[in-house]
């Protein structure tokens, strides 16, 4: 059978080139129609064509016949790192001779019917069917078993500009789901759907959008301040005083860069002198310090009793930053004991 109307592939990274219609079959002969971005190596992006190879793959039946695709893959060579590489196909995954729709396809038919049923219809194997079948399902349950303790945080998605709002398994280490925004209605969208994940532990900032939403949809499920954040606070507030005091240091030139990040210490001769040139550094520098150990503590009593003394004294320091600190640690206390 001959005809010019090319068939509604539905793919359309490819342009058909040339169509074989018979009796049980439609043969298409397809490319791509973009040529690859970047180097699949090195990510440069001077591609040269090196040649091609042609591909085989089943798609999902067409007008009731068997679709055999046959990609004329091109094959690049980069100008950088001089390697060569197959295009990368956004409809098959590599290594496959099925197209991703055919394998979901394959993966809910086997749901709804069996496995032989699925197998006659498409005219494959019995054994490639069960193998698709068991590699999606085993997919699946990857995707949606959870440790149950689940982190919402907020990320920027490009440096100083707009927040997303993102849920992982904290002891898994996965991503859930996105949200697009950090608000109150972005992190009730997102944390609705993970209702029925096993939910055990909510872990989250110190961000009341979030801990809105989480109190309305769950309200048994414990809160749990992150330690990344709570101890970034407190180095926040120790920062902000050794910038209004940074003239007082001037004389101690390595000592400046010294007291920016841990795990470095000062050793206590440096804090000696730190005292000397700036009381108000090394107060603040001991402050945040001895905010570390509440982490040492091993009962929630230990650590109560910890933390309101800490605040006690970080209320008779004379430095505002660590008084706003106090305010913010009041707060939320009992979600970070
Ligand atoms: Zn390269």
């Given amino acids: 059978m001959k005809t010019n109307i090319s068939l509604p592939l539905g793919l359309p990274e490819f342009i058909i080139l040339k169509q074989t219609i018979q009796e049980t079959r439609i043969l298409l002969e397809v490319e791509t129609i973009e040529p690859p971005n970047r180097c699949i190596h090195c990510g440069f992006s001077n591609l040269k064509r090196h040649d091609k190879r042609l591909r085989r793959v089943r798609d999902m039946n067409l007008f009731h016949k068997h679709l055999h695709l046959l990609i004329h ?18 409809s098959v995954p590599s290594g496959s001779h099925q197209t991703y729709r055919l394998q979901e396809h394959i993966f809910e038919q086997c749901r709804d019917t069996t496995i032989s049923y699925v197998s006659r219809q498409l005219a ?182 910890f933390l309101n003394t800490w605040i006690e004294q970080a209320k008779m320091s004379p430095f505002s930053a660590f008084h706003e600190y106090t305010k913010t640690l009041d707060t939320w206390k009992i979600h970070i004991l």
């Fill in 73 to 90: 893959v091109k094959r690049w060579r980069c100008q950088n790192c001089k390697e060569v590489f197959s295009e990368p196909l956004s």
């Fill in 124 to 305: 494959m194997s019995y054994k490639t069917i069960e193998r698709i079948y068991y590699k999606m399902a085993k997919n699946e349950i990857q995707d949606k078993q959870t440790s149950g303790v689940v982190g919402i945080d907020e990320i920027a998605v490009r440096k100083g500009h707009r927040y997303e709002t993102v849920v992982t398994d904290i002891i898994k280490g996965n991503v859930h789901e996105m949200g697009a925004d950090r608000d109150y209605q972005s992190a009730l969208e997102i944390l609705e759907r993970l209702e029925d994940r096993g939910l055990k532990t909510l872990v989250m900032d110190m961000w009341w959008p979030f801990h809105k939403a989480a109190k309305q949809l769950y309200p048994d499920i414990p809160i749990v301040i992150d330690k990344y954040h709570v101890v970034q606070k407190v180095n926040h507030a120790f920062d902000q005083v050794r910038k209004a005091h940074n003239a007082q240091i001037k004389g101690l030139k390595k000592g400046r860069f010294a007291l920016l990040k841990r795990p470095f210490r000062l050793t206590e001769k440096q804090l000696e002198e730190y005292h000397e040139e700036s009381p108000e550094i090394a107060h603040a520098y001991y402050l945040k310090e001895w905010f570390y150990d509440l982490y040492e503590q091993s009962t929630y009593e230990e650590a109560e009793a």
